[in-house]
C-alpha cells in the first residue's frame, strides 16, 4: 500500500520569508505523480504544484517549487516571498499511473505579517 | 467553464438516518472521486468511478456507504444508518480520466454532522 507521510502538522512563516513544508511518500511502483494541494478556509482543494517520478528535473511554479528527491522518497515543497494569501493547510498526495490518489494528514501554514 | 459542484453544502442529520449527497463533475470528465476529510485529517480516499467501468469501492469503510453515478455525470453518495463517526466533509473531484497523470478538480465539500 502506499503512504503518504507529512511530519509536520504546522508551520509558520514571516511574510516575504522562504519556507519548506516535507513529505515523504512509499511506494514500490516505478511511475507515479505527487502533488501539492491547498486547502484553504473555504475548502476548496486547489493544485499548487505536480511532479512526473520519471522527470529528474523538480518542478516549478511561480513562487512554488519541490524538492523530488526519487531514491529517499522525499517530495517538499519550498514557498518563496511568502504572502498572507498562502496561508492555508497544504497537503502532499501520491498517486500511480492508473489509480485513485492518496493523500498526507496536511500541514497548517501560518503566514505572520 | 463551471467547475465541480456539491450539495448541500451543510448537512445535519439524526444519527440513524440516511443521507444523500450529490456531486455535479465537470462537464466531460470520465473520472469522479469521493473523499472524505474528517476534523484537521487528510483526504481519505472512499470510492471513484472511471466511464462505465465497475467502480473502485475499496476505500468504502463499511457497507453503510454506497455511491452511484448515472448516465457518467452526477454522483450521489449515500450513507444510511448515519453514526457520529460518519460526521466530516465530503469531497468530491472530477479528471479527464483516471490516474495520476490527469489533475482532479475538487468541489467545495459536503460539510455532514450526526447529532
Known amino acids: 500500500a502506499q503512504t503518504v507521510t507529512q511530519s509536520q502538522p504546522e508551520m509558520s512563516v514571516q511574510e516575504a520569508e522562504t519556507v519548506t513544508l516535507s513529505c515523504t511518500y512509499d511506494?514500490?511502483?516505478?511511475?507515479?505523480?505527487l502533488f501539492w494541494y491547498k486547502q484553504p478556509p473555504s475548502r476548496q482543494m486547489i493544485l499548487v504544484i505536480r511532479q512526473e517520478a520519471y522527470k529528474q528535473q523538480n518542478a516549478t511554479e511561480n513562487r512554488f517549487s519541490v524538492n523530488f528527491q526519487k531514491a529517499a522518497k522525499s517530495f517538499s515543497l519550498k514557498i518563496s516571498d511568502s504572502q498572507l494569501g498562502d496561508a492555508a493547510m497544504y497537503f502532499c498526495a501520491y498517486a500511480a499511473s492508473n489509480n485513485d490518489m492518496r493523500f498526507g494528514a496536511g500541514t497548517r501554514l501560518t503566514v505572520k505579517p | 467553464g463551471a467547475g465541480v459542484s456539491q450539495s448541500p453544502s451543510n448537512k445535519v442529520t439524526e444519527k440513524g438516518k440516511d443521507v444523500e449527497l450529490r456531486c455535479d463533475p465537470i462537464?466531460?470528465?470520465?473520472?469522479l472521486y469521493w473523499y472524505r476529510q474528517s476534523l484537521g485529517q487528510g483526504l481519505e480516499f472512499l470510492i471513484y468511478f472511471q466511464g462505465n467501468s465497475a467502480p473502485d469501492k475499496s476505500g468504502l469503510p463499511s457497507d453503510r456507504f454506497s455511491a452511484e453515478r448515472t448516465g457518467g455525470s452526477v454522483s450521489t453518495l449515500t450513507i444510511q444508518r448515519t453514526q457520529q463517526e460518519d460526521s466530516a466533509v465530503y469531497l468530491c473531484?472530477?479528471?479527464?480520466?483516471?490516474?495520476?497523470?490527469?489533475?482532479?478538480?475538487f468541489g467545495p465539500g459536503t460539510r455532514l454532522t450526526v447529532t
Open positions: 473531484a472530477s479528471s479527464w480520466k483516471s490516474g495520476g497523470a490527469y489533475e482532479q478538480y
Open positions: 511506494t514500490s511502483e516505478s511511475d507515479y505523480y
Open positions: 462537464s466531460g470528465h470520465t473520472a
